[in-house]
């Protein structure tokens, strides 16, 4: 079972850059492996994904243009760079996986299917 545990939170200015890391345990092989976001009050949301073997990723449309998924396969960590960052990206980002087969199923994939989750590390964005 993968264990997942994100670093790089912080606190920042808009306008301001982050780079969020989650380093996943195991095998790092066919998942799929998203950010998530979530700020009191309100319900957890996707920011970005992508699939472990390449091909298409996804975005929010809250943060095409300024976040960046990515990964390095050969340290089994995950990326969120996030640039240009605005008062309502202030949540706690998670990193989640979901072992699937293709990438078309990763695609297909939504929030609570889910099954690895990490622990979340907060970003904080002052105007």
């Known amino acids: 079972q993968v264990q997942l545990m994100e670093s790089g939170g912080g606190s920042v200015q808009a306008g301001g850059s982050l780079t969020l890391s989650c380093v996943a345990s195991?095998?790092?092989?066919?998942?799929?492996m998203g950010w998530f976001r979530q700020a009191p009050g309100n319900e957890r949301e996707a920011v970005a994904r992508?699939?472990?073997?390449?091909?298409?990723?996804y975005y929010a449309d809250s943060v095409k243009g300024r976040f960046t998924i990515s990964q390095d396969v050969a340290k089994n960590t995950l990326y969120l760079q996030m640039n240009n960052l605005k008062p309502e990206d202030t949540a706690l980002y998670h990193c989640?996986?979901?072992?699937?087969?293709?990438?078309?199923?990763?695609?297909?994939?939504?929030?609570?299917?889910?099954?690895?989750w990490g622990r979340g590390t907060q970003v904080t964005v002052s105007s």
């Open positions: 992508i699939f472990t073997e390449g091909a298409s990723t």
């Open positions: 195991g095998y790092y092989n066919k998942y799929c």
């Open positions: 989640a996986a979901l072992s699937v087969h293709t990438s078309a199923v990763c695609s297909e994939v939504s929030l609570n299917d889910y099954l690895h």
